[in-house]
Nanobody, 126 residues
Framework: QVQLVESGGGLVQAGDSLKLSCAAS????????MAWFRQAPGKERDFVAG??????????YFADSVKGRFSISKDIAKNTVYLQMGSLKPEDTAVYYC?????????????????WGQGTQVTVSS
């Protein structure tokens, strides 16, 4: 089992920035594919961003809707992955989930991830 705990959600205004955290336990994050998904009420759980290691180099993958606005970083000592969200829009409002797995072929498919956090609410007002 990999335990994931998200934090950092909140209520912000359009154009603001927000940083989400995903703290992992039991396995180092550099051995995992780490991803962020989001889900609004009545909608599918959609891929936001993912990161994984190719040797010492991080690979990142972003949904088109957040490219140029969101970024991923990590703190290895804290075994934590961050999602830095900027230029937030009301359309970004959702519960944001951290996900992880050891091997994922299609990294944008939620069903491919075995481990999930509880989610953190992000609300962007207009």
């Amino acid at each position: 089992q990999v335990q994931l705990v998200e934090s950092g959600g909140g209520l912000v205004q359009a154009g603001d920035s927000l940083k989400l955290s995903c703290a992992a336990s039991e396995r180092p994050i550099n051995t995992l594919i780490m991803a962020w998904f989001r889900q609004a009420p009545g909608k599918e759980r959609d891929f936001v961003a993912g990161t994984w290691m190719n040797w010492m180099n991080p690979n990142t993958y972003f949904a088109d809707s957040v490219k140029g606005r969101f970024s991923i970083s990590k703190d290895i000592a804290k075994n934590t992955v961050y999602l830095q969200m900027g230029s937030l829009k009301p359309e970004d409002t959702a519960v944001y989930y951290c996900a992880a797995d050891g091997t994922v072929m299609d990294k944008a498919r939620a069903q491919n991830y075995a481990y999930w956090g509880q989610g953190t609410q992000v609300t962007v007002s207009s």
